[in-house]
T-cell receptor, first 112, second 114 residues
Framework: DAKTTQPPSMDCAEGRAANLPCNHS???????VYWYRQIHSQGPQYIIH???NNETNEMASLIITEDRKSSTLILPHATLRDTAVYYC?????????????FGGGTRLMVKP | NAGVMQNPRHLVRRRGQEARLRCSPM?????VYWYRQLPEEGLKFMVY????????ESGMPKERFSAEFPKEGPSILRIQQVVRGDSAAYFC????????????FGPGTRLLVL
């Protein structure tokens, strides 16, 4: 699976949009971009994933650049409960997608 | 619609004892994955199982660790003769019956070896 690069930490004001970047310059054509978050040692929580089109669900939006070398997770109105470590993961489908490879992630601190 | 369930949530063992961690996947999910998170570190893949089969155990330590997912009942991660270095959070995830599907995680079991 392709390697991802994320900033180690970010701050965001409560109520504002949080934009979390991820670089995945070696992503291949059949690899998806997944986002998970881990709130204070709880189990990782699935947020969203996409292949090449932008995606939106009730939690967040995922913007993938046209060349697919980077993406941005957007939390439109961050709350204190969004404080967590956010992981950007690139994985294939089929047998190549058996495991999730977690990097260091971005520690997002939402401040009042 | 219950999520992935793990028990116990906390487990304390003395060195040399055995630890058995259980994972019940989400309803309709037939794929189970185990991950370990050492203190202050990221999650690391251990093993991937389907019913009655180990598909990928590339992340499992070669000794003392074993996993199973029987036809009936939960998946079990078993650690024999635990050592202090086994102290960690162990997370289970499950996905539907298509390889590579989205994985959903349980709350984890925190193992402390005294």
């Amino acid at each position: 699976d392709a390697k991802t690069t994320q900033p180690p930490s970010m701050d965001c004001a409560e109520g504002r949009a949080a934009n979390l970047p991820c670089n995945h310059s070696t992503i291949s054509g059949n690899e998806y971009v997944y986002w998970y978050r881990q709130i204070h040692s709880q189990g990782p929580q699935y947020i969203i994933h996409g292949l090449k089109n932008n995606e939106t669900n009730e939690m967040a939006s995922l913007i993938i650049t046209e060349d697919r070398k980077s993406s941005t997770l957007i939390l439109p109105h961050a709350t204190l409960r969004d404080t967590a470590v956010y992981y950007c993961i690139v994985r294939g489908e089929g047998n190549a997608g058996n495991m999730l490879t977690f990097g260091g992630g971005t520690r997002l601190m939402v401040k009042p | 619609n219950a999520g992935v369930m793990q028990n116990p949530r906390h487990l304390v063992r003395r060195r040399g004892q055995e630890a058995r961690l259980r994972c019940s996947p989400m309803k309709g999910h037939s794929h189970v994955y185990w991950y370990r998170q050492l203190p202050e570190e990221g999650l690391k893949f251990m093993v991937y199982l389907q019913k009655e089969n180990i598909i990928d155990e590339s992340g499992m330590p070669k000794e003392r660790f074993s996993a199973e997912f029987p036809k009936e009942g939960p998946s079990i991660l078993r650690i024999q003769q635990v050592v202090r270095g086994d102290s960690a959070a162990y997370f289970c995830a499950s996905s539907p019956g298509t390889s590579g599907g989205t994985q959903y995680f349980g709350p984890g079991t925190r193992l402390l070896v005294l």
